[in-house]
């Protein structure tokens, strides 16, 4: 598992699958909350959370074209899917839901990879995944305003 | 990478699937119930009197902003969807039978921290349109929320559909685009 480069994958699974059943549960528990909507800042937000806990837990295996391509499918696939079960994505098609989560989290995972290199002042470095992930979300949040 | 490492990922993905689905579907008449049971407890606020009894109007108008219409004694709580500056914006507007606004409450949003969500607890903000009839304009009898024009003119246009339908003048008030 510590060597699988669709790691990020798994982890991405936990993270989203979490926050759907969170959701879920508070429909039942504060049913007039105002619940966050699944668009693109939060699909970033997740995709970095993952990524983050990815990076803590250990160093990373080379990523490959192939397995950046793998893991972007996938994360569509989470997109699209998860929400869908948890009843979360009545009022956007799931096929939209897996485009947007497949680019999303491809381009998070190619952009994280390479900034996480770049900030990284040394094999310990504890904040680099941190700071990397403060910066891409950001940036994104930037990004989605502006389209 | 080799075919195997796909397995972990697969079986993650539908092992938190099968969770949620299982989930969705043991709690969601429970979770449907509760809601509805909220949601005529928040309307009944926004009418005179305070009515116990909502029933869901059909709206066949032009105005696509008009999502649901809610009657009861008093008036009517219409849930409106505007475009704020962050994405759409979901409002429910109680209107009484005449015509006046007497509640709203911002539902959903995407609003900005400090800035466009405003329109979801700024009373003085919110206050400014009960009493109105669907004249309500901002920098006219309206002051729009501090660096949030654009989300103000969207509460704003939302309010007037709501009016608009109950004086019957709910042709397509431009509240499906942004900043109208």
Redesign the interface.
């Known amino acids: ?1 510590k060597n ?4 990020r ?2 982890l991405l ?2 993270v ?2 979490l926050a ?2 969170a959701l ?2 508070s ?2 528990f504060a ?2 909350a ?1 619940r ?2 699944l ?1 693109l800042p939060m699909m970033l937000g997740l995709s970095v959370l993952a990524l983050t806990i990815d990076a803590y837990w250990g160093p990373a295996p080379r990523l ?1 074209w ?2 950046l391509a ?1 893991n972007a499918a ?1 994360g569509g ?2 997109f699209a ?2 929400p869908w ?3 979360l994505a009545e009022n956007t098609p799931v096929w939209t839901l897996g485009l947007a989560g497949a680019a999303v989290f491809g381009l998070a995972c190619l952009l994280y990879t390479a900034a996480l290199e770049r900030i990284a002042t040394g094999p310990k470095a504890p904040l680099a995944p941190a700071g990397t992930a403060l910066m891409l979300y950001l940036a994104g949040q930037c990004l989605s ?1 502006i389209l | 990478m080799r075919t195997k490492d796909l397995i972990a990922p697969v079986a993650a993905l539908l092992a938190a699937a099968a969770v949620l689905f299982g989930v969705s579907s043991a709690l969601g008449e429970t979770a449907r119930a509760r809601e509805e049971a909220a949601r005529t407890e928040i309307m009944a606020y926004m009418l005179p009197g305070r009515p116990a009894d909502f029933t869901q109007e059909d709206y066949d108008g032009e105005d696509e902003s008009i999502r649901r219409v809610f009657k009861a004694d008093g008036g009517y709580v219409i849930e409106v969807e505007t475009a704020g500056y962050a994405g759409p914006m979901v409002l429910w507007v109680g209107v009484t039978n005449g015509g006046e606004v007497s509640g709203l409450t911002v539902r959903q949003h995407g609003e900005t921290f400090g800035l466009g969500r405003g329109a979801q607890t700024d009373a003085p903000f919110l206050l400014q349109f009960l009493g109105t009839a669907g004249e309500a304009a901002v920098d006219e009898n309206i002051d729009a929320l501090t660096g949030a024009t654009v989300t103000s003119k969207a509460v704003t246009r939302a309010v007037n559909s709501a009016a608009a339908f109950v004086t019957g003048a709910d042709v397509s008030s431009g509240a499906t685009e942004w900043e109208g």
């Not at chain 1, 699988?4 to 790691?7: C, E, G, M, R, V």
């Open positions: 598992m699988n480069p669709l790691k994958s798994v699974a936990a989203v699958g759907c059943l879920a549960l429909g039942i049913p007039m105002i966050p909507r668009d490959s192939s397995a793998a996938l696939a989470v899917l998860l079960c948890a009843g305003g």
